[in-house]
C-alpha cells in the first residue's frame, strides 16, 4: 500500500493549550449539602442529582436552566476536556449563537 502512517496526529494533544481550562472542572467537585427547590414540584433536589439526571428533575422532568459550560461539562468525562478554540466558544456565546438552547453545535 506504501505511504506513511501518521499516527500521532491526535488533534487532542496537538491543540492542548495550558492556560485554557475553564470548563472541565464542574462536575463531580460539588460539596455536599447544595439543594435546589425544583420550580416545578417543589421538591429539595440535591445538586448531584440533578447534575447526573443532565439538569432534569428527576421527579417531575422539569428541566432547570443550563449554560453552555454546564453543558459541555455534561458531555464530557471530567479532565478530558480541553479546551482547543476557547476564543472563539467565548466569542460565540458573547454573539448569542449558543446561547439560547445550550451549545448548538456538535461536540
Ligand atoms: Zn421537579
Do not use: Y
Request: charged letters at 25%; a negative charge.
Amino acid at each position: 500500500m506504501g505511504g506513511r502512517f501518521v499516527a500521532e496526529s491526535n488533534p487532542m494533544t496537538i491543540f492542548k493549550k495550558p492556560t485554557l481550562k475553564f470548563a472541565a472542572k464542574k462536575k463531580r467537585e460539588m460539596p455536599e449539602g447544595l439543594w435546589t427547590k425544583c420550580p416545578g414540584c417543589s421538591e429539595m433536589i440535591h445538586h448531584l442529582a440533578i447534575e447526573e439526571n443532565l439538569r432534569v428533575c428527576p421527579k417531575c422532568g422539569h428541566h432547570f436552566p443550563m449554560g453552555a459550560h454546564e453543558r459541555i461539562a455534561t458531555l464530557v468525562d471530567e479532565g478530558t476536556f480541553e479546551e482547543a478554540d476557547a476564543a472563539e466558544v467565548a466569542h460565540a456565546i458573547h454573539e448569542g449563537l449558543v446561547h439560547s438552547r445550550g451549545v448548538n453545535c456538535d461536540i
